[in-house]
């Protein structure tokens, strides 16, 4: 399982971006999707994740602000990001498992067999 994230940049607060994470050789199917974070000098956070089932779950600080998609083809994952934060600003990361985490398992970076290389988003005031 490879991942690829892309799509970081430096944006002004309250802008949108969209984040990538696409699959290689592989479809996203049968896995649990997560989008992560890594502020400097903090934990990775999960912001998101995405089961095979469907459901989606936000955390709250990017709840109504963040959304997850897959394209039709299962192959790429999104996140979009809107009115971006200068507190937003971190290394996001992709990951993925085949065993879904769920309850408190889904909040550890542990629990994600496959990660993507992190893309960089700066939000500047």
């Known amino acids: 399982v490879q991942l690829q994230a892309s799509g970081g940049g430096l944006v002004q607060v309250g802008d949108s971006l969209r984040l990538s994470c696409a699959a290689s050789?592989?479809?996203?199917?049968?896995?649990?999707v997560a989008w992560f974070r890594q502020a400097p000098g903090k934990d990775r956070e999960l912001l998101a994740i995405?089961?095979?089932?469907?459901?989606?779950y936000y955390v709250d600080s990017v709840k109504g602000r963040f959304m997850m998609s897959t394209d039709d083809a299962k192959t790429t994952v999104y996140l979009q990001m809107n009115s971006l934060k200068s507190e937003d600003t971190a290394v996001y990361y992709c990951?993925?498992?085949?065993?879904?985490?769920?309850?408190?398992?889904?909040?550890?970076?542990?629990?994600?067999?496959?990660w993507g290389q992190g893309t960089l988003v700066t939000v500047s005031s």
């Open positions: 990951a993925a498992d085949h065993d879904p985490p769920f309850g408190s398992q889904k909040f550890k970076p542990s629990s994600y067999n496959n």
């Open positions: 995405t089961w095979r089932h469907g459901n989606t």
């Open positions: 050789g592989f479809s996203f199917n049968n896995l649990a």
